[in-house]
């Protein structure tokens, strides 16, 4: 059974109320577990991006605090209809989805992405992802290699 089965199964029939996922701290803490898991489970199925598994540990705090930072704006901003949560926080198990697809679309910016350094700074992290990278290199380096880079996209 994959990650997002069993949260699905689970969890879901004991949130009475979407929003929850959103207000409850603790319940919010735990969804992002099972989005980490679920993601790494997606990486495994696609040998495009596989050479990022092992960067899911490495990152996964990062993006947990980039995702606990924003999880009130995601709300508020899904209940005024400004992102597609909007169409999703009357039901739990699709309000699940989709913050675990979030998690795994923060992870790919932060992975991938140079525009997206400004928003989480990885060099922050005080220890290598890579071993052919170092702190004076750009964030995204430190992440990736270029020739991983390159197979991802």
Not at 2 to 28: C, R, V, W
Not at 57 to 79: F, P, W
Not at 137 to 147: F, G
Request: charged share 30%.
């Amino acid at each position: 059974m994959k990650s997002i089965e069993i949260l699905i199964k689970y969890k879901a029939p004991k949130i009475i109320d979407a929003e929850k996922i959103f207000t409850n701290l603790k319940l919010f803490q735990e969804i992002l577990f099972w989005a980490r898991e679920s993601f790494r489970e997606l990486l495994v199925t696609n040998p495009k991006r596989y050479n990022l598994i092992s960067k899911v540990d490495d990152i996964a705090g990062e993006i947990d605090s980039y995702m606990n930072a924003v999880r009130l704006k995601m709300l508020t901003n899904g209940k005024a209809g400004k992102n597609s949560l909007y169409f999703k926080l009357d039901n739990v198990e699709l309000t699940l989805k989709w913050l675990i697809s979030r998690w795994a679309n923060v992870f790919m910016n932060i992975a991938t992405n140079p525009k997206y350094k400004s928003f989480i700074d990885v060099s922050l992290l005080g220890y290598e992802l890579n071993d052919k990278a170092s702190h004076t290199k750009d964030a995204l380096s430190i992440i990736i290699n270029e020739e991983e880079l390159a197979k991802c996209k």
